[in-house]
């Protein structure tokens, strides 16, 4: 959101001396830059305690930073669910290999009993 906007502060021209109560407090126009990171107050101040700011529709939104968000979001989710992917794959290998030894473990053991009760019966 570059351009004008207006905050709340309190203005504090000699700290010691101040005290901060509703009277205290002022609109500032102030004017961002598009890096979010600095802004240029529409007079000099010595010292100042900016609080809050003035908004004029609640259901404003900063779409890049939204878009930002759930792109990063969205990539995040991909990484969990190629993971979860690749786990069941590695499940269901395990499992499809543990059936064929379970089916082998026993045809061995029919096998077995096959021979103890022909070596019982003769």
């Not at 499992?95 to 096959?114: F, S, V």
Request: charged share 25%; no cysteine; hydrophobic share 35%.
């Amino acid at each position: 959101m570059t351009g004008n906007i207006k905050i709340f502060a309190y203005n504090i021209n000699d700290i010691s001396n101040s005290s901060l109560n509703e009277n205290s407090i002022s609109e500032l126009n102030v004017k961002i830059d598009h890096d979010y990171q600095s802004f240029i107050l529409d007079k000099k101040h010595e010292h100042i305690f900016i609080f809050g700011r003035h908004i004029n529709d609640f259901h404003f939104l900063d779409k890049q930073q939204v878009f930002a968000v759930h792109h990063s979001a969205i990539q995040e989710l991909s990484r969990k669910n190629d993971k979860i992917v690749e786990e069941i794959n590695v499940l269901k290998e395990e499992n499809t290999i543990l059936k064929q030894t379970n089916t082998e473990i026993l045809e061995r053991l029919n096998e077995i009993e096959a021979i103890l009760i022909n070596s019982q019966n003769n």
